[in-house]
C-alpha cells in the first residue's frame, strides 16, 4: 500500500488478514510520521535559538575585544 504496488485487497488476501485492518496500520503509520516530524522541527527550532544566543553573546563579546584593542592601539601611537 504505501510502498508497495499491490492494492490493499490483494496484500489482505496474500497475508490472510482484514483489508480494513490495513487501512487502520496504515493511518497509524502516518499519524506515528506525522508526529516525529513534528518533533524534529521543534527542536530545529530550539537548536536555532541556542545558536542564535551563542552567536549574540560571541558578537558582543568581539565588539568588547576590538574597543579594548582600538585603544590600546590608540595608547600605543601616542607615545611615538
Known sequence: MLMSVRSARELSQSFGIAENLLY???SMATMK?????????SSKC??????NARLRAENE???TD?????????LLSKSD
Not at 46 to 51: G, H, M, N
Not at 66 to 74: D, P, Q
Open 24 to 26: 487502520r496500520w496504515k
Open 61 to 63: 563579546r568581539l565588539k
Open 46 to 51: 530550539a537548536k536555532l535559538a541556542a545558536e
Open 33 to 41: 510520521t506525522k508526529a516525529k516530524t513534528g518533533d524534529s522541527e
Open 66 to 74: 576590538r574597543e579594548i584593542l582600538k585603544k590600546g592601539l590608540g
